[in-house]
């Protein structure tokens, strides 16, 4: 009778003493982020995206470009504050956020409090992480959408997903892809492993029917504004892209129609420079680059059926950028940070969309600059690069071998999310290593719960 009294305690003295290991991490995390906003003077808005984000954000409309609406909506909440600074704030606290997901859904697995604590590490700590967290971009939005929708999927171990979480999850879902239309497919991954997981086929279509219905309710807003049933007006430009690399009109042999997109002598050390580059043949054509959008997807696909093997060596040649010892930049004129940098970055205000953010937005939209003593504090803060290239891709593997163990296939939904958010957004343009953030989390937990002894 002592022995089944004392295991229970014990257990519990053991929970008790995990959570209380990741409380205090979480405050040291929340601290550094207190640095962070103290650190510089405003949050770090990037020409163009930052802005067309604000700007539909007023507006309330579907861009026709390269951005769904479903950051702009996160923004239009709080716009009666006008304040770009307390976009940041709330990111930094849904960053936060994002870790005490991961925490919990690895608790509920049964790992050990210090195990779960360790798979939180590069979200709470990685300055990439942070840095992300201070900007006004969609990125951390999805990581936090992402992360809320498998902790409603894999919340039963071992029992079926419930109604109410497929209804929830097929929405967090819908709502990252609305996000980031990168995030779209994961609706599709997600359902694939329901249905490998032997999930009541009604809870499936209640999941599918929830993520499905609100991207088509709008794909059909965006065709009122745009004349095209799309959720943007983009793909077929990024795709056309990231072809420039490597494209051989002699084998491709398009038609004259699309011929005008071929390869014209104009040479740029990576995909994504093609879009904007003045020089590139799509650039060169009449009229905006995105009114050409379905012409460069008719010529993309040509060009990757035609060279294949070209194709799938530059995409993977790209992706391995993500596992260097060093951090490569990519293109050469950006900076690959690794740490918390000093200096000031002002805003290209000839662009008329600054101004107009501004007056619409926030009135005190400036550059951002540090702000000292505290930014030499941040500079000085050491987070090794080996935690965020060689050990993520250790992590991958990790997680897609353990994956495939009998009693550790859980693991197999937040790998493929991770893989996949990884690899699609090079494969529809180029690599970037602000992309790559997003798959982190997914890694960490995959490798996690792959490893877990109790499995």
């Known amino acids: 009778m002592t022995t089944t009294l004392t295991r229970p305690r014990l257990q519990e003295g053991a ?9 205090c991490v979480l405050v040291l995390a929340a601290a550094l982020r207190v640095l962070v906003m103290l650190g510089y003077d405003t949050a770090q808005l990037y020409w163009y995206d930052s802005f067309t984000y604000l700007d539909a954000a007023v507006h309330l409309r579907p861009q026709g470009a390269f951005h769904p609406a479903g950051y702009s909506w996160f923004l239009w909440a709080l716009r009666p504050f006008h304040s770009v600074e307390l976009v940041a704030g709330i990111q930094h606290v849904m960053g936060l956020g994002v870790a005490v997901l991961l925490y919990v859904l690895l608790r509920r697995w049964s790992l050990p409090g210090w195990a779960a604590m360790v798979a939180t590490v590069p979200v709470l700590f990685d300055p990439s992480f942070v840095r992300l967290e201070h900007a006004v971009l969609s990125d951390l939005q999805v990581i936090f959408l992402v992360t809320a929708a498998l902790l ?11 109604a109410r979480a497929a209804v929830a999850a097929g929405l967090l879902l819908a709502l990252a892809g609305l996000t980031r239309t990168a995030a779209v497919p994961l609706l599709g991954l997600a359902a694939l492993f329901l249905l490998a997981r032997r999930t009541p ?12 219905l609100p991207l088509l309710a709008y794909a059909g807003w965006y065709a009122q504004h745009h004349g095209r049933f799309a959720l943007s007006g983009s793909d077929g430009v990024a795709l056309w892209a990231r072809t420039m690399t490597f494209a051989d009109c002699s084998r491709i042999q398009p038609p004259p129609d699309l011929a005008p997109l071929c390869p014209n002598g104009t040479v740029l050390d990576a995909a994504s420079e093609y879009v904007w580059a003045p020089g590139s043949s799509l650039n060169r054509l009449p009229g905006d680059r995105f009114t050409h959008n379905d012409r460069a997807r008719s010529f993309a696909v040509a060009a990757i059926a035609a060279q294949p093997f070209d194709y799938l060596r530059e995409v993977v040649e790209d992706t391995s950028l993500a596992f260097t010892w060093q951090p490569v930049a990519h293109p050469k004129r950006v900076s690959a940070h690794t740490t918390f940098p000093r200096g000031s970055w002002p805003l290209p205000e000839q662009h008329a969309l600054i101004g107009k ?13 540090s702000v000292e003593p505290f930014a030499s504090v941040l500079a000085a803060y050491p987070y090794p690069w080996l935690l965020h290239g060689p050990v993520f891709g250790v992590l991958l593997v990790a997680g897609g071998v353990g994956a495939l163990r009998r009693g550790r296939r859980v693991a197999l939904l937040p790998w493929s999310f991770a893989m996949f958010l990884l690899v699609a957004p090079v494969a529809a343009l180029d ?7 997003p798959a982190i989390p997914f890694a960490c937990l995959a490798a996690a719960l792959a490893l877990r002894r109790d499995a």
């Open 152 to 162: 409603t999927l894999l919340w039963r171990p071992g029992a079926w997903l419930s």
């Open 15 to 23: 929970t008790r003493s995990g959570h209380r290991v990741f409380g």
């Open 431 to 437: 690599f970037d290593h602000r992309y790559v953030l």
């Open 357 to 369: 953010v501004r007056g619409e937005y926030d009135s005190d939209i400036r550059g951002m600059r």
């Open 201 to 212: 086929w009604r809870r499936v279509v209640a999941f599918v029917l929830a993520g499905g």
